[in-house]
Each structure stands twice: as C-alpha cells, then as structure tokens.
C-alpha cells in the first residue's frame, strides 16, 4: 500500500506486519446512499510472538490464540493490536461483546491472570470517541453485536480493527455482522469515520 493512501491505523501495526497489501471481501456488500458499493476493506497480517510462559488461569475459551506475548506482556490478539496503536499516540478498547445480547460485556485494555468475572471494566472516559461508538450502537440492529474488536481514536481518526487468526486466504473474508456494522458506521454521518476506517487484521504465531 503506498504511503499516500495508507490509512492513519497502517503505521502502528507494520513492525509486525508480514503483509499490508490485500483486500478483504464483504459477505454482504454495503450499499450507500450515495449509490456506492463497498465491497471489501483493509487486510494486514500479523506475526506475534508466542508467550511460552504458564496459560492464563482463564483463556477466555481461546486456548492457544490467549498466548500472544508483546514485550513481555502475556495477552490476547486483540489487546496486542491495542498495545501497537498505543505506541503510535492512540487511545482504545477491545469491545467486548461476549455472552451479551448486543451489548458490551467489559470495555478492556488488559486481560489479567484472573478468572473473567475479575477482568476490569474501563469504559470510555474519552468524550467524543464515546459519543460515536454509542451514537453507532444506537442505530444498528443489535447495538453492539457486530462491532469490530478493536475500536480506536487518536485526534480526528477513528480505527475499527477485526482480529482473526490465521493467514489470510482466497476465500477470506468479512462476516455479515461486522459488514452490518460497518455500514450503519458509515451512514452515522461522522465524516471522520470512513471505509479507511476498518481493517480485518489477520495473524498467527512468529
């Protein structure tokens, strides 16, 4: 991807980036108002180093994607990805959804060795980037189901990032929730949030 079109998330993920040059496809196309047709977004694929060190006394049911390690740090995919925006100036979350009817169980910035009910919720203290991840959650047809695992800001950007393991493929690609969700973000009307916005951020062990 050329650096002029690289979107404003590109910069923080590619120390571990083995590829940052494909495409993702939509299971449902968006279609916009405007009579546009959006039918895929950003892919990057990740190399993380495996933590070797004891499991966490709660995987949260993932087992071996629980043992990513980031500078010493024992943590999940999806907090790895965090911590990488977080070297490049940006505030975040993993909103996570799990075993909630459309709604956000706990707003996490770290996964300790705790069981999960332990886990620390951090809500959005950030007033602007609260306000569009509610105002989204408003509109679509399941508030939260569907959002994307790693939500970001820093200044006027906003990232929406999916995390999936393993490499990408030909036949990769985004499911119908997380495209049902991208297209009510997209119509929101925060000129801020844009197809550049989103990636599906594919990665495996080192």
């Not at 650096?3 to 993920?13: H, R």
């Not at 989204?136 to 006027?156: F, H, I, L, T």
Request: glycine share 8%; charged share 25%; proline share 5%.
């Amino acid at each position: 991807m050329p650096e002029a079109q690289s979107p404003a998330w590109m910069q923080a993920l590619l120390p571990y980036a083995e590829r940052s040059d494909f495409r993702v496809p939509l299971k449902v196309p968006v279609h916009m108002p405007s009579g546009r047709m959006i039918h895929d977004v950003a892919g990057v694929y990740l190399r993380l180093p495996r933590w070797e060190g004891e499991p966490f006394a709660d995987d949260f049911g993932k087992k071996a994607a629980g043992m990513v390690q980031l500078d010493g740090e024992h943590t999940f995919a999806e907090l790895a990805v965090l911590r990488l925006l977080e070297r490049d100036g940006w505030s975040g979350r993993w909103v996570n959804t799990y075993s909630a009817k459309g709604e956000v169980w706990k707003y996490l910035t770290r996964w300790d060795n705790v069981p999960r009910a332990e886990q620390r919720n951090r809500v959005i203290e950030d007033e602007d980037p609260r306000v569009v991840l509610a105002g989204v959650a408003r509109r679509a047809k399941k508030r939260y189901a569907g959002c994307w695992d790693v939500y970001a800001w820093r200044g006027d950007d906003f990232a929406f990032l999916q995390t999936k393991r393993g490499a990408p493929t030909a036949k990769s690609e985004l499911g119908a929730a997380q495209a049902e969700w991208l297209h009510t973000a997209l119509l929101f009307g925060d000129q801020r949030i844009t197809q550049a916005s989103f990636a599906v951020v594919h990665w495996d062990y080192r």
